[in-house]
Structure formats: structure tokens, C-alpha cells
């Protein structure tokens, strides 16, 4: 099973910024990655497949990119509504596909 | 519009069962592999059970085989999961996951908005 380990936990952001989310794999997943983001009391929203290709629907502030084991998800200009949970996902083997930890984008 | 809606959740004791319900609705249900992911409270994404388009493949999490049976009525546009022998740590909210990629891919494209289950005397 592959495991994946997001960091950090917890990021601190201002409205505006930038935010670099970080997703490691144990082993070589390819390109074969998915970001989530998840709300409070809400399902998890697909954002970004195949390592970069934004889903339909995502504002271009977001942005993903790596290959192998090293994975980064960018929000460029941080707005209100992108303070949540965000995970990764691997679907290079499986079963099972794995999903990281989470890394909760709070205000900062 | 996509939409997969469901049911079945509720309050069961250590041992007991339980079938959760998904309807699908606004694409060919029958085209797609799908899946239930689970959430503990306060934890993240686990993924538990998939589907393929015609039943023909089931695939399931070490955790619960032998206790949980995913499947589907393409005629119905429903997926289910039965499960049995419940766990404390079954306590979970079960979404309802559409697969996206096929045939190459497996990341969830669309979700449900999830159905609680708890486990507990």
C-alpha cells in the first residue's frame, strides 16, 4: 500500500497570498494524483487530477504540479472561500488508492 | 447535473448491520466504476469499497472484507453497501464516490453528500 504524507498539518494564510501544500508518496505514483478540497459538513470537491489538470469548474488560483513522489498543490491569491481541508490522492496502485492526512488552510 | 444522494445511515450497535443506499441520477450510472469512501469524525478520507460498471469486479479495503459487500442495480441506478459485524471503528460518514478517469485513472469526479453511520451501545 502506498502511503502518502501531506505537510504541513496546519497553514496559516492571509487573504492574498500564496499557499504551497505539499503531498509525498512513499513510492513513485506517477502523475497519477488527485487534490480534494473539502469545507466543514460538506463532501470533498475534486480539484486537480492527473497531477495538474484542473477539474472542470476550478478557478485558475489553483494549480498542481510533480511527478514521482514529491506533489504540490498552489493557491495563488488565497480568497475567502478557500479556507478548508485539503487532501491528495494517489491511483497509481491500487487497490487500494490512498489519500494523505489532510493540510487544513486556516486564516491567518 | 450530477447527483448521488444517500440513505441508510443511522445509530447500530457493535455487531450489528446495516445497507446504505446511493441513487444516482443526470449520467449513464451504468458506464462507471463506483465507490463508498468513509470519513471518522474529526479524521481523514478512507477509501472503503469499488464497484465495476457491470458488478463484475468488487474490490474493498483489508478492514472490511468479509464483513461489508458493495453492489449495484444498474436498472435501479442505485449502489449499496452492506454491511455486517459492525465495529466501533465503522463509525464513520459513508460517501457515495462516482469514479473519474476510467480507464486509466481512479480519483472520484463526483460525491454524495454523505450518510452517518454510527456504532455504538
Known amino acids: 500500500e502506498i502511503v502518502m504524507t501531506q505537510s504541513p498539518a496546519t497553514l496559516s494564510v492571509s487573504p492574498g497570498e500564496r499557499a504551497t501544500l505539499s503531498c509525498r508518496a512513499s513510492?513513485?505514483?506517477?502523475?497519477?494524483l488527485a487534490w480534494y478540497q473539502q469545507k466543514p459538513g460538506q463532501a470533498p470537491r475534486l480539484l486537480i487530477y492527473g497531477a495538474s489538470t484542473r477539474a472542470t469548474g476550478i478557478p485558475a488560483r489553483f494549480s498542481g504540479s510533480g511527478s514521482g513522489t514529491e506533489f504540490t498543490l498552489t493557491i495563488s491569491s488565497l480568497q475567502s472561500e478557500d479556507f478548508a481541508v485539503y487532501y491528495c490522492q494517489q491511483y497509481n496502485n491500487w487497490p487500494p488508492v490512498t489519500f494523505g492526512g489532510g493540510t487544513k488552510v486556516e486564516i491567518k | 447535473e450530477v447527483q448521488l444522494v444517500e440513505s441508510g445511515g443511522g445509530l447500530v450497535q457493535p455487531g450489528g448491520s446495516l445497507r446504505l443506499s446511493c441513487a444516482a441520477s443526470g449520467f449513464t450510472f451504468s458506464s462507471y466504476w463506483m465507490s463508498w469512501v468513509r470519513q471518522a469524525p474529526g479524521k481523514g478520507l478512507e477509501w472503503v469499497a469499488n464497484?465495476?460498471?457491470?458488478?463484475?469486479?468488487?474490490y474493498y479495503v483489508d478492514s472490511v472484507k468479509g464483513r461489508f459487500t458493495i453492489s449495484r442495480d444498474n436498472a435501479k441506478n442505485s449502489l449499496y453497501l452492506q454491511m455486517n459485524s459492525l465495529r466501533a471503528e465503522d463509525t464513520a460518514v459513508y460517501y457515495c464516490a462516482r469514479r473519474g478517469g476510467y480507464p486509466l485513472g481512479y480519483y472520484f469526479d463526483y460525491w454524495g453528500q454523505g450518510t452517518l453511520v454510527t456504532v455504538s451501545s
Open positions: 513510492q513513485s505514483v506517477s502523475s497519477n
Open positions: 464497484i465495476k460498471q457491470d458488478g463484475s469486479e468488487k
